[in-house]
């Protein structure tokens, strides 16, 4: 028996990790599939009048043991992948694609399921059941249930391919990150880095019988070279290498798959009836429109672009004055940057992260968790991992009932793809009156402790770490009957909020004091650093502001317009960037070909909805602010009308039910310092 189609006799039911080779995988993917295939067929075929139960309720709780088992591989793909699992992914992503248009293009069971939407306003649903009846109509309806049958065959076709591309895209990256070391012999060239960071340099050159110092493009060892680092000339090394991935014209170039993704993309909106795919994927956005986006993008570019060009000017003359550089390179940026907030807020990093130490910021972030959410966190060895660096949690409330399994992966490693993410191993929903909680996971990439100090964070990191913990609770606090709606399946620009809502509290003296303390002398952070880090949190905001806008408008320049026409990547990418472009061009450079976000995972089209969800998340942290950052009686609004929706209702309505009135851009602009507060 594979113990991969079967349900798991483990604490909790979760994932058995150690237990599954990776020869398990791809029967247990056609077995999956076949019972899946099932489980469609007896709601098709079945003789009963279609109802709301038997077809759309069905529908959404067939294919349990395949969803369950998609998660497990492909968290595995982005987490612990080697080139076994990465081949398996290769010959599994089409047969699933293959499979999900078996069903939206059933005609049978979409007549079933519109004959149920059909008659909605007679039926007795509730919003959660609407919510979901509609969901269901529309996941037919935009995937080509109306199409001809020649139309059909192409939409097949187009979904088989790219999701073959995107794989491909995705492991061209890591492979290219993989394969880069920079190999210092001299110390000299290490000058000016921080010994943590020099520390681990070395150490990782020792785990691959080197000498010297091993410099890598995993953040945790870009960042500080880049930021710290005086070699001039070997920041311009690293960096045109970081620019450079899949960008080279060699077998792990990415230029022709970024040109077949973005065409396919547009030949399947158009085949479904949509001027472009940001048309196709915005509909069910609460921007609605590439035009709204648009605007929305360039209005913050107005009040941001004249900020960010005086910051340029500044940190130009600054760079200027301190080491007479003439011209400043994208090389320069993070290195310069520091040196002047050093100089402005006699603040840098390297003083602020042994407040930082992993162990702490975890407990602090739980600490807030529970002081908002009435959540207790207890770290458990009763579960199976997939990686020794694993940590794994039980997560309860005030009343000892479980409320979901939590993973946590912080430290980089060659089989786990750069960033950091919030996924789901098993997502909440409530069938035959039992609330099955849900298995959550975050991941990101730290610095990993050395021989003489533990995992230091910057406080970058542990605003990242607060980030990911907010999809965290959004997963775990989840509270809905249907698996499709819960957690964080919700519209893609508001699945930001609960993340970029709790990196607030990494600024509040309250919170920090909770957990910020010395990793040597157990001191609290001082009120001193505390009024540093909130003086510095707008340091750059122009600069910064302007950066995701030009991600936002390269995201739409590739899905927001026809793009058949384009033929050079690089090119293409310059007349988007023209607007926003403070640095000189790097010509061995490019950002399309590593852009991840949206040509990998699922922020195609939506890259916009980060500066989206920081309106709704100022506007949103406003009122904690107003009534005091552990108000018991906000959290509590934030938790029973937004973190345990999901997606049971348009995300406007649950916005405003949580702060009574519809977010203002005010409180954004105001935090950021780009107008008066």
């Not at 026409?565 to 950002?591: R, W």
Request: hydrophobic fraction near 35%; include cysteine.
């Amino acid at each position: 028996m594979n113990i991969l189609n079967s349900k798991f006799d483990t604490p909790y039911h979760t994932a058995p990790f150690s237990k599954i080779k990776n020869e398990d995988y791809m029967p247990a993917f056609l077995k999956a599939i076949e019972k899946a295939r099932a489980e469609i067929d007896a709601i098709t075929l079945s003789n009963e009048a279609p109802t709301f139960e038997n077809t759309i309720e069905a529908l959404d709780f067939s294919g349990e043991e395949l969803d369950r088992l998609s998660s497990i591989f492909f968290n595995l793909n982005s987490a612990e992948t080697n080139d076994e699992i990465q081949k398996i992914a290769q010959e599994v992503s089409p047969l699933l694609s293959e499979f999900g248009n078996d069903i939206t293009l059933n005609e049978d069971l979409f007549k079933r399921v519109k004959s149920v939407y059909d008659q909605k306003s007679d039926l007795d649903l509730t919003t959660e059941q609407r919510t979901l009846l509609d969901k269901k109509y529309k996941s037919f309806s935009r995937n080509g249930a109306n199409l001809s049958e020649e139309k059909k065959t192409r939409l097949r076709e187009i979904d088989k391919t790219l999701s073959k591309l995107k794989l491909q895209f995705g492991e061209n990256i890591l492979a290219e990150t993989n394969t880069y070391e920079m190999h210092l012999t001299n110390e000299n060239d290490l000058a000016g880095l921080p010994e943590g960071a020099k520390e681990a340099a070395q150490q990782l050159a020792e785990s691959k019988d080197k000498t010297g110092w091993l410099i890598t493009l995993d953040y945790p060892s870009y960042i500080p070279f880049m930021t710290y680092a005086d070699n001039r000339e070997l920041r311009k090394e690293l960096a045109i290498a970081a620019g450079a991935k899949a960008f080279k014209g060699d077998e792990l170039d990415n230029q022709d798959n970024v040109l077949q993704i973005a065409k396919l993309r547009y030949e399947r909106a158009n085949l479904l009836g949509y001027k472009t795919h940001a048309h196709f994927v915005l509909e069910e956005r609460m921007a609605k429109t590439p035009e709204t986006v648009e605007r929305f993008l360039n209005e913050l570019l107005e009040k941001a672009k004249p900020a960010a060009v005086k910051e340029f000017a500044n940190l130009e003359q600054f760079a200027k004055d301190l080491d007479g550089i003439d011209r400043l390179e994208k090389w320069d940026g993070s290195y310069y940057s520091e040196k002047l907030k050093q100089k402005l807020f006699s603040l840098d990093d390297e003083q602020l992260k042994p407040y930082f130490k992993l162990e702490n910021v975890i407990d602090g972030v739980f600490t807030i968790a529970e002081r908002l959410f009435d959540l207790k966190f207890e770290e458990i060895d009763t579960i199976d991992k997939y990686h020794e660096d694993v940590l794994t949690y039980k997560v309860t409330d005030t009343k000892g009932n479980l409320v979901s399994i939590f993973y946590a992966d912080f430290f980089p490693r060659p089989g786990k793809r750069n960033g950091a993410w919030m996924t789901v191993y098993k997502p909440q929903y409530i069938k035959n009156g039992v609330n099955d909680r849900p298995h959550i996971s975050n991941v990101c990439n730290f610095t990993k402790p050395t021989k003489s100090k533990p995992s230091l964070l910057t406080f970058n990191e542990v605003t990242t770490l607060f980030h990911e913990f907010g999809h965290g609770l959004h997963g775990m606090l989840a509270n809905t009957t249907y698996p499709s709606l819960s957690g964080t399946s919700v519209f893609w620009d508001f699945v930001e909020l609960p993340s970029q809502i709790l990196e607030n509290w990494c600024y509040e003296k309250e919170a920090l004091e909770l957990f910020a303390t010395h990793y040597e002398t157990g001191e609290v952070i001082p009120m001193e650093l505390i009024k540093k880090i909130k003086a510095s949190a707008t340091f750059h905001e122009g600069m910064q502001t302007l950066r995701q806008i030009s991600f936002g408008l390269l995201d739409m320049s590739w899905h927001g317009q026809d793009p058949t026409s384009i033929t050079n990547v690089k090119a293409h990418e310059l007349e988007a960037f023209a607007n926003t472009k403070l640095y000189p061009d790097v010509k061995e450079n490019c950002m399309s070909t590593s852009f991840s976000h949206i040509f990998q995972g699922g922020y195609s089209s939506g890259y916009y909805s980060y500066k989206w969800a920081e309106v709704l998340d100022a506007d949103a942290f406003e009122y904690f602010l107003e009534e005091g950052v552990f108000n018991k009686d906000v959290a509590e609004k934030f938790k029973d009308y937004v973190l345990s929706q999901g997606g049971t209702d348009d995300p406007m309505t649950l916005y405003k039910r949580f702060r009574g009135q519809e977010p203002r851009p005010d409180a954004l602009l105001k935090r950021a310092g780009l107008i008066a507060k």
